[in-house]
């Protein structure tokens, strides 16, 4: 048995009220630019709009001119999308609360969550949509899911409750010593002064 091995999220796929409340929102108050519409080719009442989150991939919204916005917080039952989180810049992540705020959106602030932070609102369908900003940067060549693994295996060693700033420069030091070479006999940490 073999597995089928995913290499990223293709895209996301949404059910939405009506086409104008989805580009209001995604292309609106979202920046993604609104790239590419066609029909729901397995549903013909429905059209299927195409919005580009700004890394290569997609989120798309399957859209019906008979449903109407509804704000109420979508099920978070099992097997349902408990929120959705999007990736922004720390420039962008700084202004985010005030531009929520000038909407009259309502949000739940700026939360820590040791490796980023977070900020939550609903969008108009009552979907909880998570605003990320990670607090590192990986060395070039690595991810920012690698650092996180090797953050992980650190703070568990430690005994340590949740990632903190320590554990990520530790990890950051511990990727660049595995995957750059160096023409030092000794690479351990020096009193240079």
Excluded: C
């Excluded at 939405?16 to 209001?24: K, L």
């Excluded at 429905?46 to 979508?74: A, C, Q, V, W």
């Excluded at 939360?111 to 980023?116: E, S, T």
């Amino acid at each position: 048995m073999r597995k089928l091995q995913a290499q990223g999220i293709h895209h996301i796929t949404l059910v939405g009220a009506d086409r104008q409340t989805s580009i209001d929102f995604w292309e609106g108050v979202l920046g993604m630019p609104f790239v590419f519409e066609q029909p729901n080719l397995d549903d013909e009442t429905e059209s299927h709009l195409y919005f580009d989150p700004g890394d290569g991939r997609l989120i798309t919204i399957f859209t019906n001119e008979e449903r109407k916005p509804d704000r109420r917080r979508t099920s978070t039952e099992p097997g349902a999308v408990h929120h959705l989180a999007l990736n922004v810049s720390r420039a962008s992540f700084a202004q985010a609360v005030e531009r929520l705020d000038e909407r009259g959106i309502r949000h739940s602030g700026v939360k820590d969550r040791g490796f980023m932070d977070s900020i939550y609102f609903t969008d108009p369908l009552g979907l909880l949509i998570e605003l990320a900003s990670y607090r590192f940067e990986p060395p070039h060549g690595s991810t920012h899911a690698e650092v996180l693994n090797e953050a992980h295996k650190l703070r568990v060693a430690r005994g340590d409750r949740a990632i903190a700033d320590i554990h990520l420069a530790d990890a950051i030091e511990a990727i660049v010593r595995r995957t750059r070479s160096s023409l030092s006999d000794d690479r351990e940490p020096k009193q240079a002064w």
